[in-house]
Structure formats: C-alpha cells, structure tokens
C-alpha cells in the first residue's frame, strides 16, 4: 500500500566505508575496463553508442568512464558518500555529458528517462535491494534495459561459510583503517596462492593478471561492507522479475558471479490514470 512505505537507512549499506576505499583507490588502470566488458557482458560497446545511463552506486566512476568512452549521450552517476562522489568527479572531469550527483540508490527521483540503468557491485550490499531494483526500472525509459551485476553463491561457499561469518562479526565492525591494514595480510597469502597456480575457475586466473595493489583492493572490498549477499541463480532472475522487468536474461561471470539484464515494458510509466 502507498502509505506503508519503508523505512530505509542509506548508512547499512556501508557507504562511509566503501568511500574510505574509494578515496584510497581512485586511479583507473587497463584491468577496469575488462572487468567492465565481463561485467556487462549482455552489451557490447555499440550498445553504448549515443545512449543515456544511470549509474547506481557509482564509487569512483570507473564504470560510467568506460561508456562515455564508447560514445554514451549522456549519463548520471550517483552515489551517496562525499568521498565516493569526489572520486568519481575527478574520473569524469573530461566528460561534461555526465553528471556525478549526490542520490541515494533508494530515492532515484527519476522517471522513464534512461536508456539503461546498471549497477555493477552494489544491489547486493544493500538492506532492501528490491526497492533499489525497482528505482531504478521506474527511471528506465519504456522499453529501455536494467542491469546489475552481484555476487552468485555458487562457486562461493567457501566465502559463505567461512569468510563471510568473520566479515559480519569482525571486520565489518573495527575501524575502517585498521581493517585496510589487516587485508594486507590475506592478500599476501592470496598473491602467494595465486603465483603457484591456486585456483582453476575463471575469476582466479583473471585475478592472477592483477597488480599486487588491485588484489589487495578485491580482498579490501570483501573485508569492508556489514552487508554482502551471495545469491543463486534462482534469487537474482527473481529479483529481476519482481521488479516488473522482461526478457531476462542471466549471465554467470567468472565462473562466482551473476550479471542480470532484462527489458522494462514498453508501456507508459503510469498506469490507470484515466
């Protein structure tokens, strides 16, 4: 009902922390825009070509650089921590079609506008992704498409079951320094693991190209958040499909992760209005 609305708080999804790591790791390196391209894998760069974006969740905008670079009209990055969104001025200052704007993932405050929405890394860290989902199909133009990349569970029970128990009582909870100091520690072992052949799936002979810093900011990213979901297959499409969305499709990246796109309606936004 319209007049039960949630009650949201924009702070359980770490936004102060993911800041702290995005005012640390602002530089941008050839390894983001593969990760991009894996991320996004259902559009090609011609998808870009002369389109209007959302980006939900900006962080330092990395990922609103790589489709201006492809030809984008225009795009609106959004994020909520000061921090987060200096960063991702200072990424974007080449590229005055696209605006960098302090608005939470919760309250878009758009409507049947962009050509695509995306959220790469982000609807899974929040406390009620479905609202998120749906603000950013409302601002999708009819007919336009929505994207999210986040975690999979599959391939991931190691991470479940172990290291995530220790992010939710432990990490999620010190201080954000000292947390960045202590992943210096697993991303040593990690490096270690991965020069003598650890791990056979695809995300880890990805990684095994990486600079020791870009590990470490991965493991970083993994210590940090006090919400990180892992889902199945099965839980994204129906995430996707709860939001009113079409033509799904599912992507599994990197052999760990999900990438959901599907099409809004291409109906008018309002509906029963006569």
Known sequence: ??????KVDVTSGSPERFGYEWNHYDELNADYEEQFRRWTRPLSVDDWRDRTFLDVGCGMGRNSLWPMRYGAREGLSIDVDARSLAAARRTLADWPAS?????????????DRFDIAFSIGVIHHLEHPALALAQMARA????GRVLIWVYGRENNGWIVHLLSPMRRLLFSWLPIGLVHH???YPTALLWLALRIGMGRIEYFRLIRKFSFRHVRSIVFDQMLPKIANYWTRAEVEALMRDAGLEAIELHWINEMSWTAIG???AVAHAQGAA
């Open 1 to 6: 009902m319209a007049g039960n609305a949630i």
């Open 99 to 111: 605006r960098v704007e302090e608005r939470s993932a919760y309250e878009i405050g758009e409507v």
């Open 140 to 143: 999708t133009r009819p007919g």
């Open 182 to 184: 202590l992943s210096l």
């Open 263 to 265: 099409r809004k309606p």
